[in-house]
Nanobody, 114 residues
Framework: QVQLVESGGGLVQPGGSLRLSCATSGSIFSILAMGWYRQAPGMQRESVATITGGGSTNYAESVKGRFTISRDNAKKTVYLQMNSLSPEDTAVYYC????????WGQGTQVTVSS
């Protein structure tokens, strides 16, 4: 079972940047497709970005050109670089496999506000 620990969230002004990290466990991490997801208040959780074991990436239309997902297989860590943040990006951000397992981490809160 993959364990997931997200970090790096916080309060940022519109136009600002944050870098999220997701530390994982598991011996097969390097071959797993991983994703970042987010859930805003009152909304369903949505997929934001995906990276395959080979490094191919895919993004939701709402974050294309602003967010970048990456991974370090040696550290078993997935990252999400978020630039040009807007209030609409406010949410709890989670990482998980793609497709996701039923086991989610605690997430990390991202709040974009002036």
């Amino acid at each position: 079972q993959v364990q997931l620990v997200e970090s790096g969230g916080g309060l940022v002004q519109p136009g600002g940047s944050l870098r999220l990290s997701c530390a994982t466990s598991g011996s097969i991490f390097s071959i797993l497709a991983m994703g970042w997801y987010r859930q805003a208040p009152g909304m369903q959780r949505e997929s934001v970005a995906t990276i395959t074991g080979g490094g191919s990436t895919n993004y939701a239309e709402s974050v294309k050109g602003r967010f970048t997902i990456s991974r370090d297989n040696a550290k078993k860590t997935v990252y999400l670089q978020m630039n040009s943040l807007s209030p609409e990006d406010t949410a709890v951000y989670y990482c998980n496999t793609k497709p996701p397992t039923r086991s989610w981490g605690q997430g990390t809160q991202v709040t974009v506000s002036s």
